[in-house]
């Protein structure tokens, strides 16, 4: 249910109208300490608002076995990336800009609220690729890309 709980948030976010949904059992997940997972959501949230002053368009994710979505908020991009395998998983994470620029890329893991640029980014006119990016069992990770100017 933790997963669950965690996804939705998530897929809320994603989706061409980004609300975060609210759970009828919050005392259950309350007690769980799972209320405090909404920070990591919120702070995503607010970089994709100032980002894009309210504007969401879908950008169109590849990433093999893992679950993908694409936000682009003004210039920024957006992904979550979730891993529903009980295995590491390590694909090439595809996100099609279609604009032929640049970005520098950050990944955010919500659990913790930590921030890591990554350097192994490839561009071509119409795509950028994260190569071999690990992601363990259930879990998610956040990519925010900005584009280098």
């Known amino acids: 249910m933790d997963i669950d709980f965690k996804r939705g948030l998530w897929y809320g976010l994603f989706s061409p109208t980004p609300v975060t949904p609210m759970s009828w059992w919050w005392e259950f997940f309350d007690n769980r300490w799972m209320t405090t997972y909404y920070r990591g959501v919120r702070a995503i949230s607010d ?6 002053k309210g504007s ?15 936000v682009k908020c003004g210039e920024d991009i957006f992904v979550y990336l979730f891993n529903p395998q009980f295995s590491v998983q390590m694909p ?11 970005y520098a890329v950050q990944c955010y893991e919500p ?9 192994e980014v490839a ?3 119409k795509n950028i690729i994260i190569r ?18």
């Open 47 to 52: 970089q994709m608002l100032a980002a894009g």
């Open 123 to 125: 561009f071509d006119p």
């Open 111 to 119: 659990t913790l609220m930590l921030y890591k640029d990554i350097k």
């Open 132 to 149: 071999r990016f690990g992601l363990g069992s259930q879990k998610d990770m956040v990519f925010m890309l900005k584009p280098i100017k």
């Open 56 to 70: 969401f368009e879908p950008v169109t994710v590849t990433a093999d076995s893992l679950q993908a979505f694409g």
């Open 92 to 102: 090439d994470v595809r996100i099609e800009s279609g604009d032929g620029k640049k």
